[in-house]
């Protein structure tokens, strides 16, 4: 599928979102809210858009079901990969591929097209030649990706650190409802 443009992204989230069936009742809260968000049309996918905007992200887990966090550069917790939808993502869910793929270094990442997440969070983004970043809110949908078995993890310049966790030793601190999102993942691999 070919990139789309912020209306077809746009589309696909309202789509996507209000197909999902959600996997916790903070998630459904988070889907509502982000199809709230949504109403106000395809700016609501842009970091322009005031009252935050829609954004994409994934938890990669291991053929161990050992899951792959990022300690955030910025932010300093550790959280899943991912960040915003940009114009030529094929949708949501290639958004959080591209991000993931881009952020670990691992080729080969297996999409699970499906959310496993919602959560909406307070960040303050767009910091850019030396101006100070924006509050904003991130309606954070989150996918699965399925790591190969020989996959090799290379730390990108938005991370401080990069590693692999049993879901039962996560490290600290960690972001907004990054452990909501692990046991509906690893539901999926069975």
Not at 10 to 36: C, I, N
């Amino acid at each position: 599928m070919s990139g789309l443009g912020v209306e077809e992204l746009h589309a696909d989230a309202v789509r996507v979102l209000g197909e999902w069936r959600a996997t916790s009742s903070e998630a459904e809260d988070g889907r509502l809210r982000a199809l709230e968000l949504l109403a106000d049309g395809p700016v609501a996918m842009t970091r322009a858009h005031r009252r935050g905007h829609v954004t994409a992200s994934a938890l990669v887990v291991d053929p161990g079901g050992r899951v792959l966090l990022c300690l955030h550069g910025r932010l300093g917790k550790w959280m899943q990969l991912g960040g915003h939808c940009e114009a030529g993502d094929a949708g949501l869910a290639a958004a959080a591929l591209r991000e993931a793929t881009e952020e670990s270094g691992i080729a080969g990442l297996k999409l699970d097209a499906e959310p496993i997440d919602v959560d909406v969070h307070e960040v303050r983004c767009g910091a850019r030649d030396g101006a100070p970043a924006e509050p904003s809110v991130h309606f954070d949908v989150r996918f699965l990706l399925r790591a190969p078995v020989d996959a090799r993890e290379q730390i990108s310049d938005e991370s401080a650190a990069l590693d692999w966790f049993t879901p039962d030793a996560l490290p600290s601190p960690l972001a907004s409802g990054t452990v909501r999102q692990i046991a509906p993942a690893l539901a999926r691999l069975r």
